[in-house]
């Protein structure tokens, strides 16, 4: 199948518009299976009710595992904002609002949060033997939501389609608590802005009534488990200092 360019790329999967359909390739380094993990994840959020792509097809592509998926029209919540930042106040109190709708969902159709977190921790190469054990003990104690958390909650994952917003990515969700994936989030803007990232969570906190402090007490657990997945845009040092300063 020649499916031409693809119109995205990620540290997983190249993305593709395919006879109006989206064909998500994975890459050669990862299992067979995981195709299918993923689309079981965004299957069951569909169900859910939520506003995702609905799953078409679970194949092999030129010998890659693929997932193919309705095609949903939209610029997604990223693009809108670089194109006009002085909306950014909107489009982060849609994307809040959004957020919240996942957190409405149980995660007990979902891997546990904690054993997902946990596993990174121990996958950690930079991380000594008793920065983890810390790390686990403290995860161990926080660890008593059951919340459906999307796990790589950001603006690109959000399309804006007839005045309603889709959510793609799913192959991080998780149960667990929800103040640890606004934190995600917040790990994740503050790389572009601290500045917009401190105003996505005091919009999280004032639409909630959570308190920030109960958002970042996760912080030196989500960057401890971010050292495990290698991204290329993501500084070390930046997540190893969260991870000492919160010790």
């Keep these: 199948m020649v499916l031409g360019s693809p119109i995205a790329v990620g540290n997983t999967a190249e993305i593709y518009l395919y006879e109006n359909r989206i064909i998500k390739v994975f890459k050669d380094y990862l299992p067979k299976s995981e195709a299918l993990y993923e689309a079981t994840k965004q299957n069951i959020v569909y169900k859910s009710g939520l506003f995702v792509p609905k799953i078409v097809d679970v194949r092999e592509i030129n010998g890659k595992p693929a997932i193919v998926m309705e095609y949903i029209k939209g610029k997604t919540i990223g693009e809108l904002l670089y194109e006009n930042m002085e909306e950014a106040e909107y489009y982060m109190t849609l994307s809040v609002e959004v957020h919240q709708n996942i957190h409405s969902k149980s995660g007990e159709s979902f891997e546990p949060m904690a ?44 399309i804006v389609s007839d005045n309603k917003v889709a959510i793609i990515d799913w192959v991080d969700a998780s149960g667990g608590s929800r103040c640890a994936d606004v934190y995600r989030t917040y790990l994740l803007l503050s790389q572009v802005s601290v500045k917009m990232a401190d105003l996505y969570v005091s919009l999280y906190c004032e639409k909630s009534g959570l308190e920030k402090e109960e958002i970042f007490q996760w912080a030196p657990i989500i960057a401890g488990a971010r050292l495990s997945e290698n991204v290329t845009t993501e500084r070390q040092e930046r997540l190893l200092k969260i991870v000492n300063h919160n010790e």
């Design 115 to 158: 054993e997902k977190l946990s596993r990174q921790i121990h996958a950690a190469p930079i991380l000594q033997l008793d920065q983890k054990k810390t790390l686990i003990k403290r995860l161990e104690l926080l660890s008593v939501d059951n919340k459906l958390c999307h796990g790589d909650f950001h603006f690109y994952n959000l």
